[in-house]
């Protein structure tokens, strides 16, 4: 059975930074594509980014020049480095991935962006 376990949640003031790992494990293939969502409040999550096997990445606007994902596919794990942050970026941060046409979640991490 396929998990994923998220890491790297907290709290940090604007302009810090945080960085968020997932991995998963339970699989024997590869993802074919990993990311991140968040939600803020209700429903639904909002993409933060995606990246592919292949490394193709696509990041939400909001996110852009700030956020880096990044992956080591020989583990099925995915970074997300979160620079300046701001407190618009406050959020649970669900880890995604997409394994043998089936897609997982991870239970959440919150970050909080405050001073």
């Known amino acids: 059975q396929v998990q994923l376990v998220e890491s790297g949640g907290g709290s940090v003031q604007p302009g810090g930074a945080l960085r968020l790992s997932c991995a998963a494990s339970g699989s024997s293939r590869s993802a074919s594509r990993m990311g991140w969502y968040r939600q803020a409040r209700g429903p639904p999550r909002d993409l933060v980014v995606m990246i592919t096997s292949g490394d193709n990445t696509n990041y939400a606007d909001s996110v852009k020049g700030r956020f880096t994902i990044s992956r080591d596919n020989a583990e099925n794990t995915v970074y997300l480095q979160m620079n300046s942050l701001k407190p618009e970026d406050t959020a649970v941060y669900y880890c995604?991935?997409?394994?043998?046409?089936?897609?997982?979640w991870g239970q959440g991490t919150q970050v909080t962006v405050s001073s």
């Open positions: 995604y991935a997409f394994i043998g046409l089936r897609s997982y």
